[in-house]
């Protein structure tokens, strides 16, 4: 029933721009958040961005901090993260997760296919 989909990723160059979409339905009500990870070849998966559903909190990471902007759209049922000044370093794919935690840092029970982003220098 949850479904979360993650397009808007591309090839761009160094210092480059994209907006990443995060079309979601049949949330469960008790979700508190939803975050956007990412995932280079051979690394983790790591936080870049949260929102949360109740105050519309932002949070980064601070590796994409004043580069990338999360919004929403409640009305579409769609969460953006805008990325500017894409650097190499931020080839990854990209997934958009939720999470009954307003505190973003972990509880992520549905997670998105994700969608490449690759920054060329």
Request: charged fraction near 20%.
């Amino acid at each position: 029933q949850v479904r979360l989909v993650e397009s808007g990723g591309n090839l761009v160059q160094s210092g480059g721009s994209l907006r990443l979409s995060c079309a979601y339905s049949g949330l469960p009500l008790n979700y508190a958040a939803i975050g956007w990870f990412r995932q280079a070849p051979r690394r983790g998966r790591v936080g870049v961005s949260c929102i949360t559903k109740g105050d519309g909190r932002k949070s980064y990471a601070d590796s994409v901090k004043g580069r990338f902007t999360i919004s929403r759209d409640n009305a579409n049922n769609t969460v953006y993260l805008q990325m500017d000044s894409l650097k190499p370093e931020d080839t990854a794919v990209y997934y958009c997760a939720i999470t009954p935690f307003t505190d973003c840092l972990g509880g992520y029970d549905y997670w998105g296919q994700g969608t490449q982003v690759t920054v060329s220098s």
